[in-house]
């Protein structure tokens, strides 16, 4: 049996090399570069099943267990993408392109995905890589998120979803408020400055941890390092390292694709759900060059040209990302497919549609708003986090703690919303 797993890991690893090889030199070849999504969407739902590490759960565990590590796992990814993001844009290989502050819609949206998280059991990134270790509420979440994000885009919401991005405040030249505007500073000089706190954080937290446990003797020479790395669990501030660099690689292969954005789930399980239901539909695939101003309609006389667009890049990431989760599942032996009690699968179903309600109102995520929105310094996806922690909180204690409301000073009545 001990052959057999060291059999598996080491054809793993060596599968991991030569797929992301494969990929990357067919891109090469080619021009195309959206294939890069697939190693990319692979090893980002590998390393977020290493640590489990899923928005609703880094939200909720603050709560239920007093536990920060994955919310500071997630900290992490933020801060070394925007180094990241710093140094790119100062080569002048990507543009920054920060979301507009649309507080209306943060605002609506986040309320929205920060209950229906909780009661789904994971939030879009979340959903698709516990898909992959076999949770079938995941895949019910899974089935409604689609459901919800199309209703406002296409929906019976859509007239809801415009009449809030009337709601928006831009800077004093005209663009999106962030960090960098409001404050005059540059953008690689803050991120510099947000690099050097959470470094000297770090080192604290590290030296406190280890005077009050101790050095622990580590098992270094009982297995090698690769084979930790594959089938062994991660610190969340380990996978935030992990997705902060791949972060980097994935703005720099979905700019060349036509997506001038980081890494990002929520519009890509929607557009998978496009190609399965929809016809005819718009393919971006790779940059396209701005069209003329005396350019004429391309479509034929009386032909509607096709409304909807599907960015390869995002389904391909997104679809990538469920089969790195299920790898990872499997080399560390953690994925079974087990039975649920239905009216948690029902639950999930309905709550999945709540987070892709709110994260089409506010145009993304935990990954679209926070990771990458955060490392952009985007106000307005300032405003969606701390609006979604707090709903988080709340559903949390509500829902999930039994928690409920006391009347008059020393009322025992409680109200609760848990069923």
């Given at each position: 049996m001990s052959d057999d797993k060291n059999k598996s890991w080491r054809a793993a690893a060596l599968a991991m090399i030569l797929g992301t090889g494969v990929f990357s030199g067919l891109a090469a070849v080619t021009g195309l570069w959206v294939l890069t999504a697939i190693p990319i969407g692979f090893f980002f739902g590998f390393f977020l099943e290493k640590a489990d590490l899923c928005g609703a759960s880094a939200f909720s565990e603050v709560v239920l267990m007093k536990d920060w590590s994955k919310l500071r796992g997630i900290g992490v990814v933020i801060v070394v993408s925007m180094l990241g993001f710093a140094l790119l844009s100062r080569m002048g290989l990507i543009q920054l392109s920060p979301k507009p502050l649309l507080w209306a819609s943060m605002i609506v949206g986040g309320l929205v995905f920060g209950v229906g998280m909780v009661l789904a059991?994971?939030?879009v990134s979340g959903s698709l890589f516990k898909t992959g270790q076999g949770n079938l509420n995941s895949m019910a979440a899974l089935v409604g998120i689609p459901l919800g994000v199309c209703a406002v885009e296409y929906g019976p919401l859509k007239p809801f979803h415009t009449g809030l991005q009337q709601f928006v405040v831009?800077?004093?030249?005209?663009?999106?408020?962030?960090?960098?505007?409001?404050?005059?500073?540059?953008?690689?000089?803050?991120?510099?400055?947000?690099?050097?706190?959470?470094?000297?954080?770090?080192l604290l937290a590290g030296r406190k941890r280890e005077r009050k446990i101790g050095r622990v003797p580590g098992a270094a020479g009982e297995k090698p390092w690769l084979q930790r790395l594959l089938t062994g669990r991660w610190r969340p501030w380990q996978a935030g390292l992990a997705i902060g660099v791949l972060g980097?690689?994935?703005?720099?292969?979905?700019?060349?694709?036509?997506?001038?954005?980081?890494?990002?789930?929520?519009?890509?399980?929607?557009?998978?759900?496009?190609?399965?239901?929809d016809h005819p539909l718009d393919f971006i695939y790779a940059s396209r060059p701005p069209p003329a101003k005396d350019a004429g309609p391309a479509a034929s006389p009386g032909v509607k040209p096709p409304q909807k667009k599907v960015s390869w890049w995002l389904v391909f990431e997104v679809t990538a990302l469920v089969l790195g989760a299920f790898v990872s599942t499997r080399l560390s032996g953690r994925g079974r497919l087990l039975p649920k009690p239905p009216d948690e699968t029902i639950v999930a179903f309905f709550g999945g549609i709540l987070v892709g309600v709110g994260a089409g109102l506010a145009g993304g995520c935990v990954i679209g708003n926070i990771m990458s929105g955060y490392a952009l310094m985007s106000v307005g996806n300032i405003l969606f986090g701390v609006v979604v922690l707090l709903a988080n909180w709340a559903t949390t204690y509500f829902y999930l703690m039994g928690g409920g409301l006391k009347f008059g000073r020393g009322s025992r009545k409680k109200v609760s919303v848990r069923a």
């Amino acid at each position: 049996m001990s052959d057999d797993k060291n059999k598996s890991w080491r054809a793993a690893a060596l599968a991991m090399i030569l797929g992301t090889g494969v990929f990357s030199g067919l891109a090469a070849v080619t021009g195309l570069w959206v294939l890069t999504a697939i190693p990319i969407g692979f090893f980002f739902g590998f390393f977020l099943e290493k640590a489990d590490l899923c928005g609703a759960s880094a939200f909720s565990e603050v709560v239920l267990m007093k536990d920060w590590s994955k919310l500071r796992g997630i900290g992490v990814v933020i801060v070394v993408s925007m180094l990241g993001f710093a140094l790119l844009s100062r080569m002048g290989l990507i543009q920054l392109s920060p979301k507009p502050l649309l507080w209306a819609s943060m605002i609506v949206g986040g309320l929205v995905f920060g209950v229906g998280m909780v009661l789904a059991g994971g939030c879009v990134s979340g959903s698709l890589f516990k898909t992959g270790q076999g949770n079938l509420n995941s895949m019910a979440a899974l089935v409604g998120i689609p459901l919800g994000v199309c209703a406002v885009e296409y929906g019976p919401l859509k007239p809801f979803h415009t009449g809030l991005q009337q709601f928006v405040v831009k800077s004093a030249e005209g663009g999106a408020v962030t960090l960098s505007t409001l404050s005059g500073f540059p953008y690689a000089y803050l991120a510099v400055g947000f690099g050097a706190v959470t470094l000297g954080f770090v080192l604290l937290a590290g030296r406190k941890r280890e005077r009050k446990i101790g050095r622990v003797p580590g098992a270094a020479g009982e297995k090698p390092w690769l084979q930790r790395l594959l089938t062994g669990r991660w610190r969340p501030w380990q996978a935030g390292l992990a997705i902060g660099v791949l972060g980097c690689f994935a703005y720099l292969s979905s700019a060349a694709s036509g997506r001038n954005y980081p890494l990002g789930v929520t519009h890509g399980v929607m557009q998978a759900q496009l190609l399965a239901t929809d016809h005819p539909l718009d393919f971006i695939y790779a940059s396209r060059p701005p069209p003329a101003k005396d350019a004429g309609p391309a479509a034929s006389p009386g032909v509607k040209p096709p409304q909807k667009k599907v960015s390869w890049w995002l389904v391909f990431e997104v679809t990538a990302l469920v089969l790195g989760a299920f790898v990872s599942t499997r080399l560390s032996g953690r994925g079974r497919l087990l039975p649920k009690p239905p009216d948690e699968t029902i639950v999930a179903f309905f709550g999945g549609i709540l987070v892709g309600v709110g994260a089409g109102l506010a145009g993304g995520c935990v990954i679209g708003n926070i990771m990458s929105g955060y490392a952009l310094m985007s106000v307005g996806n300032i405003l969606f986090g701390v609006v979604v922690l707090l709903a988080n909180w709340a559903t949390t204690y509500f829902y999930l703690m039994g928690g409920g409301l006391k009347f008059g000073r020393g009322s025992r009545k409680k109200v609760s919303v848990r069923a």
